[in-house]
Structures are given as C-alpha cells and as structure tokens.
C-alpha cells in the first residue's frame, strides 16, 4: 500500500516557474515507477511525464519535453516536478500516481494522490 501526497502548487504568471512535490509513505516507494498526471476543467486526465524506480529512465509529454523534469529522491520517499516556463494551458489540478511498469496509461497505475491546483495567468 502507497500513500501519495502533493505540495507545490499554486498561481504564477506565465514563464515562471513551480515544483511540485510527491511524498510517498510505504516501504516499496523506491520499486514503484512513479509519475504525474494533470487533469483541466472540462477534460480528461492527462499523462504529463514518468520515472522508473532507479531514475534511469523517464518519459515526458510532448507538451511538456524541455520544461518540465521529474526527479526523485528515494531516501526521502520523494518524487519532484519541476516546471520552468510555464503557460496558461499548463493550467490543471496534478496528481503523483505509481505503478509498476513505466507507462502513459492511467489505468496502469494504481495509487494517487488527491491533487495540487497549478494556475498559469496570462
């Protein structure tokens, strides 16, 4: 069992920047891939990027390749998202999930968080 919870939101400006934070309890959180998710008003849940438990892999969204990274920390029970240059369309309530495989899918993953509010104004 992996309980999930996310910090880090809140309003900016366009361009700026956001970290997010994922803090994991349970002792399996290092063999889980972990990931982010984001869903806006009005649309479906979105892949947004994922890592492999070793961090040696990792898989971003074509939307978001080159400003976001994800990092994690497995001492800490800690996966990051940092977001630079950030739109108004990145505008979305972001949930960590894990899983085992590295996937895109949200039905590969079975824990989530219950969310962070990400605003971008224009």
């Known amino acids: 069992q992996v309980q999930l919870v996310e910090s880090g939101g809140g309003l900016v400006q366009a361009g700026g920047s956001l970290r997010l934070s994922c803090a994991a309890s349970g002792r399996t959180f290092s063999s889980y891939t972990m990931a982010w998710f984001r869903q806006a008003p009005g649309k479906e849940r979105e892949f947004v990027v994922a890592?492999?438990?070793?961090?040696?892999?990792?898989l971003y969204a074509d939307s978001v390749k080159g400003r976001f990274t994800i990092s994690r920390d497995n001492a800490k029970n800690t996966v990051y998202l940092q977001m630079n240059s950030l739109k108004p369309e990145d505008t979305a309530v972001y949930y960590c999930?894990?899983?085992?495989?590295?996937?895109?899918?949200?039905?590969?993953?079975?824990?989530w968080g219950q969310g962070t509010q990400v605003t971008v104004s224009s």
């Open positions: 890592i492999t438990w070793s961090g040696g892999s990792t």
């Open positions: 999930a894990a899983a085992g495989p590295l996937s895109t899918v949200t039905s590969a993953y079975n824990y």
